[in-house]
């Protein structure tokens, strides 16, 4: 329930904070990160948000939760569930916006 409240929560927030497409997404993911509190190497955070995209496209993790199941022990020690999903929101809105339906499912099962 806690879960899907938080992605009902991210889902709204990725759709209001999507930013335009710039020459540099990877500065633009790292700057939304930030925003959320989420620090660590711009290149290492690009790189596991191209991933967490991979793995929905692939369908290893075949939904919302799974995902950030993933990407939970890969942030920096001392991330929280909820910045997991803001994790997961912005790397869908600056990676792969045609997986935003997997952010929507989640929301509406909250």
Same mark, same amino acid.
């Given at each position: 329930?806690?879960?899907?409240?938080?992605?009902?929560?991210?889902?709204?927030?990725?759709?209001?904070?999507?930013? !335009?497409?710039?020459?540099? !997404?990877?500065?633009?993911?790292?700057?939304?990160?930030?925003?959320?509190?989420?620090?660590? !190497?711009?290149?290492?955070?690009?790189?596991?948000?191209?991933?967490?995209?991979?793995?929905?496209?692939?369908?290893?993790?075949?939904?919302?939760?799974?995902?950030?199941?993933?990407?939970?022990?890969?942030? #920096?020690?001392?991330?929280? #569930?909820?910045?997991?999903?803001?994790?997961?929101?912005?790397?869908?809105?600056?990676?792969?916006?045609?997986?935003? !339906?997997?952010?929507?499912?989640?929301?509406?099962?909250?």
């Amino acid at each position: 329930m806690k879960s899907t409240t938080l992605a009902a929560a991210v889902l709204g927030l990725a759709v209001t904070l999507a930013a !335009p497409a710039h020459a540099d !997404p990877d500065t633009d993911f790292a700057n939304q990160l930030h925003t959320y509190g989420i620090y660590g !190497p711009r290149d290492y955070n690009a790189w596991l948000g191209k991933i967490v995209c991979e793995r929905l496209d692939k369908g290893v993790d075949g939904d919302a939760a799974k995902s950030v199941r993933f990407i939970t022990p890969n942030l #920096q020690k001392g991330t929280n #569930q909820a910045q997991a999903w803001q994790f997961l929101g912005a790397s869908v809105n600056t990676y792969c916006p045609d997986k935003r !339906p997997v952010l929507e499912r989640a929301a509406q099962q909250s």
